[in-house]
């Protein structure tokens, strides 16, 4: 399976570049594999530079995981993380899925010195 970079999955999302946006549904149809990090890069572009807040960052994640041709790392990961990052939007969603990775390989408590992601259940501020 070939795997998506942040750019193209960004192309795809925004729709905003037709001639790119033709490119990267061509080289994405029949399944690309998106990466946490091209995930967690994707959301903060969106974030930042297309203003999306963190309801519509939480709704992206979902229609991601549910896409026809993305194929998430992980996918119960992220799902756990989309859970958290609902229930804590002003967290950060690469904090929740942190976390989640985190747990997912047994390696909790996260040690952290952000004082919201620090009160979460597997995480310990320091």
């Given at each position: 399976m070939r795997a998506a970079d942040t750019n193209v999955v960004v192309r795809v999302l925004?729709?905003?570049e037709p001639t790119q946006l033709r490119q990267a549904e061509a080289f994405i149809a029949g399944g690309a594999?998106?990466?946490?990090l091209v995930l967690a890069e994707a959301l903060w572009v969106l974030s930042t530079a297309y203003r999306l807040d963190p309801s519509d960052a939480a709704d992206t994640i979902e229609m991601m995981l549910n896409h026809r041709d993305f194929v998430l790392e992980d996918p119960p990961a992220v799902a756990a993380a989309l859970i958290r990052f609902r229930a804590h939007p002003g967290l950060g969603f690469?904090?929740?899925l942190i976390l989640e990775i985190a747990r997912k390989a047994g390696h909790v408590p996260l040690g952290t010195f952000d004082r919201t992601l620090g009160k979460l259940d597997g995480a310990q501020r320091l």
């Open positions: 925004t729709r905003d594999w998106v990466s946490h690469s904090d929740c």
